[in-house]
């Protein structure tokens, strides 16, 4: 019996490889034929994305704002959920819950809440949203325009839209100045969302050939109250006569003022008003702590000073202003080494230094920001624990502005504002209006460190820090001059000569249009030709005065505006009234910063290797020496203490001792 009978016979098995063979080949001409039925049957994907899109759309008048706590609780894209998740924005705010719902449902909205309460997302998601729902691709061009005050924002607001948004295929583009207009005009057509600065978009829509809105979708405003105090109202009718009637226009604030309305009646169609914080107690963040302390403008510098060595481990931002006093505070306060590093943002920076400085200053734990209002609206700096106006803010709304840059999304921060005894009653009283809760605290003396010898022996061997400090002199007076609220800020009544001598000069400094002030009959009752008696004129200027040097600026501005002859960055100082004339001169902080490496370089005990004398050398003051750090902890719980009990000892407005003490 050979092997071929036994496997022919009726019970034998088959053959296991030639039965595996053919099992394959009938699988593989099976499974190829449902591949081809599979291909017929399979739709493009833009279809199937369609599909998903007329599915969310249907949920849009299902939304109920009472239901969301989350994003994924609205029906967006898998791609922006994905990109929300991924940035770790789960739970809605406030403002995300009330206007994201409406917007998506393609309403105009005005949103105000207050500051870092979240406005950002609440109208980027709606924007990625907008051009997803239409399956907007690069060939569409423009479908989205958001307009941001100043560049530091707009920059801002693109890093968030490229964190949330990175999971679609939309280009975006940051237009802001900076660059040469050629550069940016070469790049701008290809942008579908594009973030951009009033004025250097403008500029664009007359210069850019090729540049052109007619696709546009939808319009975002961001901080649309400081857009108009900074004098863009004229610049934003242009532009928003450049685009289409047919769009979605979303329009926020922190702040609802009438000129606020007044441009979403221009820009708005039948908008849906979101003031989430309307009946809101009060108007700044329940987490924020706001106090106040009263001053005399010669003792201001000591107290920073003061402030900051009881601050060493805080992240704290300082406001000035102007631009010149940040300027020669910063060198001064560089030089003092107070044991915490410094950095100065404000306008007259080049921009990519003042990227730079946001940048750093977002990365350090413990650093101080010299800034002027620049930094005041909308900038999102993580983790600050403290904002104090070194000067008084122009107004109510600005004061908010500033305070918000700490306290943000649930987290806590402490403001402290600075009021000179003539600023008091009537900033207080407006803060109380605008349901600002302010408490006055008083000032340790003891904590007090007098700084006024250590700046006349600065200025007395550094010719350009005298120069600055002479700048800074005038600059601050014509600040408190150009302000419109007489009833918080009279020039009149400042210790001139002292407040010179606080900041380290010999002698007060001339300032014309103080000379040419007292000239002016002061407090005299004058007797026109008609023998009437006319009201006495002040040492500062009358509200129409002040009015009609604003228009003259704005006017300026727009008509070089108009003309392109006006870089961006000048209009605020136009704006403010600050002159050509005054023109800054070369940034050099860099070199300050060297300088500064280079003394620390001097004290071999602090620089225990090169790789850490390289990391000090990066900073401008970075903990010179072990002892401040030692003794922060206890200058910190100090300063908390005498505040939170409300005994900071000696009342400065009885005790004019210390006044005497400073400007002696
Ligand atoms: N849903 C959220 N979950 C977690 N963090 C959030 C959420 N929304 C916003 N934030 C964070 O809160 C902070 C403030 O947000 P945002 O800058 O948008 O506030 P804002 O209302 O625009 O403030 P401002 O009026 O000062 O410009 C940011 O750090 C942001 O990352």
Redo the contacts with the bound molecule.
């Keep these: 019996m050979g092997k071929t009978s036994a496997s022919q016979g009726p019970g034998a098995r088959p053959d296991p490889v030639r039965s595996f063979n053919r099992w394959k080949k009938k699988h593989s001409h099976k499974q190829s034929q449902k591949n081809q039925l599979r291909k017929q049957l399979k739709k493009p994907e833009w279809q199937v994305e369609r599909e998903v899109i007329s599915r969310l759309m249907q949920n849009y008048e299902k939304i109920n704002v009472n239901e969301i706590t989350r994003?994924s609780d609205f029906p967006l894209s898998k791609k922006t959920l994905k990109g929300l998740q991924e940035a770790?924005?789960?739970?809605?705010?406030e403002?995300?819950k009330q206007t994201i719902g409406l917007a998506l449902q393609g309403k105009d909205v005005l949103g105000a809440?207050?500051?870092?309460?979240?406005?950002?997302?609440a109208f980027l998601v709606p924007v990625l949203e907008g051009l997803y729902r239409l399956q907007w691709t690069s060939t569409d061009g423009l479908g989205v325009l958001i307009i941001s005050p100043t560049r530091e924002l707009a920059y801002q607001t693109f890093e968030?839209l490229r964190k949330v948004g990175k999971n679609h295929d939309f280009s975006a583009g940051l237009i802001i100045g900076g660059k040469d207009l050629k550069h940016e005009a070469e790049r701008i057509n290809n942008i579908n969302i594009l973030v951009c600065t009033p004025g250097r978009l403008l500029q664009h829509m007359d210069e850019t050939i090729c540049f052109h809105a007619t696709n546009l979708q939808m319009l975002v405003l961001d901080?649309a109250d400081r857009i108009l105090d900074m004098g863009f109202a004229d610049t934003m009718n242009a532009i928003i006569e450049n685009l289409p009637k047919k769009r979605q226009t979303l329009l926020?604030s922190?702040t609802q003022t009438k000129s606020v309305k007044d441009l979403a009646r221009l820009s708005l169609k039948n908008p849906e008003y979101v003031w989430v914080h309307e009946k809101a107690k009060y108007s700044t963040p329940a987490t924020l702590e706001q106090n106040y302390i009263v001053c005399e403008l010669p003792q201001k510098i000591s107290v920073l000073y003061s402030f900051l060595r009881s601050h060493l481990k805080k992240k704290s931002i300082i406001f000035f202003s102007s631009c010149k006093e940040v300027q020669y505070l910063y060198r001064v306060f560089c030089r003092l080494r107070p044991g915490i590093s410094i950095l100065a943002l404000h306008g007259r920076q080049q921009q990519m230094r003042r990227m730079e400085v946001y940048n750093e200053f977002v990365r350090k734990k413990a650093a101080v920001l010299f800034a002027t209002d620049l930094a005041a609206?909308?900038?999102?700096f993580?983790a600050v624990n403290w904002v104090l106006q070194f000067d008084c803010p122009e107004d109510a709304n600005t004061y908010i502005?500033r305070a918000?840059?700490t306290a943000?999304?649930k987290e806590d921060g402490e403001a402290l504002l600075i009021l000179l005894p003539s600023e008091e009653k009537g900033m207080v009283q407006q803060l109380l209006q605008k349901k600002v809760p302010v408490k006055e605290i008083k000032i340790n003396p003891e904590k007090l460190t007098d700084v006024q010898k250590k700046l006349e022996s600065f200025l007395a061997q550094d010719q350009d820090l005298k120069e600055r400090a002479q700048r800074c002199f005038v600059s601050y007076i014509r600040s408190v001059y150009l302000m419109k609220d007489k009833e918080v800020f009279d020039v009149s009544k400042l210790p001139i000569p002292e407040y010179a001598l606080s900041l380290g000069l010999a002698v007060a400094p001339r300032v014309r249009f103080l000379q040419r002030m007292q000239k002016q009959p002061n407090k005299e009752l004058v007797v026109s030709q008609d023998n009437k008696v006319i009201e006495p004129r002040t040492l500062s200027l009358t509200n129409d005065e002040v009015e009609e040097f604003r228009a003259y600026f704005n006017e300026k501005m727009s008509i070089l505006h108009k003309s392109g002859k006006i870089a961006e960055g000048t209009e605020y100082r136009l704006a403010r009234g600050i002159s050509d004339e005054e023109e800054e001169e070369k940034e050099c902080e860099e070199e300050m910063e060297e300088k500064l490496g280079k003394t620390k370089g001097s004290q071999p005990q602090s620089v225990p290797s090169n790789t850490e004398s390289q990391k000090n050398r990066e900073v401008p003051v970075q903990f010179l020496d072990r002892d401040d750090d030692e003794e922060d902890d206890g200058l910190n719980a100090d300063f908390l203490k005498v505040k939170r009990h409300n005994v900071f000892g000696l009342d400065l407005k009885e005790n004019k001792t210390l006044q005497v003490g400073f400007v002696s």
């Design positions: 994003f770790q924005y789960r739970l809605v705010t403002i995300q809440a207050k500051t870092g309460s979240g406005k950002t997302l968030v901080e926020f922190a609206r909308g900038l999102d993580p502005h918000g840059r943000r999304y």
